[in-house]
């Protein structure tokens, strides 16, 4: 359920953007922002485009006022997608490395040397490709929250396994991903009575529309800030 939208709009990268620092995290380079004692830290999983991405570290930033301790780890090791456009750029490839089930793999040691550093509570936020990662991180309580926002290649199976608070946010426009999936998983977990779940579409935005916004458009840039405060709403609620 990945498609070309996934790699539409992309981010001009920078190593040196944000608030924060970037610093080595269970074996990764990890940007990370907000008080470094605090007891409650959110994960955030990025898209195809990495760690690096401005407005996904803006939204970090964000979220670190908050209160919160906030990691985005480089789960591409160096390697985001940059030149997607490119004939010799084999996309096919760079998928079957960087897949979603090793991502999964790789943020198991982040959420534990989070807690080793004395954090009891922890969310995780995943875009598009991070989003399936996330979904899988919900299968456990190792996590106390988590935010899917548009996510990829997310199957019934993912929103079975889920055993924690779950929201989801989602683009009308969404080849994907699109609403009447969502709508379903929305369905699936509302009968699961033992923890909350959450399923909203955004009216008018395209898939990415959380982080690959253009700063310059204002209703773009309303529409990614509303899906930002549903999403710190929801981990306000579940991660204290």
Not at 96 to 112: F, L, S, T, W
Not at 171 to 191: M, N, Q, R, T, Y
């Amino acid at each position: 359920m990945s498609s070309s939208q996934c790699f539409e709009n992309p981010p001009t990268l920078s190593s040196t953007c944000g608030a924060g620092t970037v610093q080595e995290l269970a074996g990764l380079q990890t940007y990370i922002t907000g008080p470094l004692d605090s007891k409650r830290a959110i994960l955030l999983i990025s898209d195809v485009f990495g760690f690096e991405a401005p407005n996904l570290r803006k939204l970090a930033d964000k979220v670190a006022a908050a209160g919160y301790l906030v990691v985005v780890p480089d789960f591409f090791f160096g390697d985001p997608i940059v030149k997607f456009d490119d004939p010799q750029f084999d996309r096919d490839s760079w998928l079957k490395a960087h897949n979603m089930d090793k991502g999964y793999e790789d943020a198991k040691p982040v959420i534990a040397a989070l807690k080793s550093k004395g954090v009891s509570d922890i969310g995780a936020a995943g875009f598009c490709w991070g989003g399936k990662v996330v979904v899988k991180l919900a299968s456990s309580t190792d996590i106390q929250a988590a935010v899917l926002l548009h996510p990829s290649r997310v199957t019934d199976e993912d929103i079975d396994d889920v055993k924690i608070p779950i929201s989801i946010l989602g683009a009308e426009i969404d080849h994907g991903s699109p609403p009447e999936i969502l709508k379903k998983f929305g369905e699936k977990l509302s009968v699961k009575s033992e923890f909350e779940s959450f399923v909203k579409i955004f009216p008018g935005v395209a898939h990415g529309w959380t982080v690959r916004y253009d700063v310059e458009d204002e209703s773009a840039v309303k529409s990614a800030e509303e899906s930002h405060l549903d999403m710190l709403n929801w981990f306000t609620k579940h991660v204290k």
